[in-house]
């Protein structure tokens, strides 16, 4: 997913701190042509969502959407919010 400023959302099924995937951003160059990674979201841990699944949409404030395969009650996934 791209945003107005010309950054890159994506998520990653696995990796990051806990091995239940990523929320990265990629931020846009400023002039050296390189793109700046950051890492958003670590899924696991603390959190009660797992594996990223899906595209992202973002809203007029800038949140984030998406949806995890497991987490949430029953664990048969999460639709998740990231705020900047």
Same mark, same amino acid.
């Given at each position: 997913?791209?945003?107005? &400023? +010309?950054?890159? @959302?994506?998520?990653?099924? @696995? +990796?990051?701190? @806990?091995?239940?995937?990523?929320?990265?951003?990629?931020?846009?160059? &400023?002039?050296?042509? !390189? #793109?700046?990674?950051?890492?958003?979201?670590?899924?696991?841990? *603390?959190?009660? !969502? #797992? #594996?990223?699944?899906? *595209?992202?949409?973002?809203?007029?404030?800038?949140?984030?959407?998406?949806?995890?395969?497991?987490?949430? *009650?029953?664990?048969?996934?999460?639709?998740?919010?990231?705020?900047?």
């Amino acid at each position: 997913m791209i945003d107005a &400023a +010309g950054n890159l @959302y994506g998520t990653t099924r @696995y +990796g990051g701190a @806990y091995c239940f995937g990523t929320l990265f951003e990629l931020v846009a160059p &400023a002039g050296d042509g !390189e #793109y700046e990674y950051k890492t958003l979201l670590n899924f696991g841990g *603390s959190l009660d !969502e #797992y #594996y990223p699944v899906g *595209s992202l949409i973002q809203d007029g404030a800038g949140n984030l959407y998406g949806t995890a395969a497991e987490g949430g *009650s029953g664990e048969w996934g999460v639709v998740f919010e990231v705020t900047p």
